[in-house]
């Protein structure tokens, strides 16, 4: 685990935490009626603050994830906030598998005086390997078992 605080001359504040290669395999052999995964689990989160701007942004990954000993793949998810001026919001997410684009979405929240805010949303999603989710429910009785 890696965690990093300062400023810089640019930024306020400037906070950075990493978590990397945690063996899923490990975890999933000691969870009770845990499914059997593998793979390496990493993640990281960024908050930088200026005098006038924020943004947060995360992402997590788990490379080679196999599930009940079947590969999925490498498997990225990431987003980014940010408050835009006039207390407007950002987001932005996404989807990787095997680095490829799976699903993006973009939002935004809106504010008005009269308190009903407005909000809008965008979602591009590719196409998810059928590879993936027949692994994942492979069991005909629809549960999910070790």
């Not at 960024?46 to 788990?62: A, G």
């Not at 989710?133 to 009785?141: K, Y």
Request: aromatic share 8%.
């Amino acid at each position: 685990m890696y965690i990093r605080c300062g400023g810089d001359t640019v930024s306020l504040q400037n906070i950075d935490v990493e978590i990397r290669r945690i063996s899923l395999a490990e975890l999933s052999k000691v969870l009770p009626y845990f499914p059997e995964i593998t793979g390496l689990f990493s993640a990281e989160a960024h908050y930088v603050q200026t005098e006038k701007d924020l943004q947060l942004s995360v992402e997590s990954s788990i490379d080679e994830l196999t599930y009940e000993r079947q590969r999925i793949g490498d498997v990225t998810l990431g987003a980014t906030w940010l408050p835009g001026e006039q207390g407007k919001q950002y987001l932005n997410a996404y989807l990787n598998h095997d680095n490829v684009e799976v699903m993006v979405a973009d939002g935004k929240l809106v504010p008005t005086r009269t308190g009903k805010d407005s909000s809008g949303s965008k979602c591009y999603s590719g196409t998810f390997p059928a590879s993936c989710s027949e692994r994942i429910h492979s069991r005909s009785d629809g549960y999910i078992s070790r």
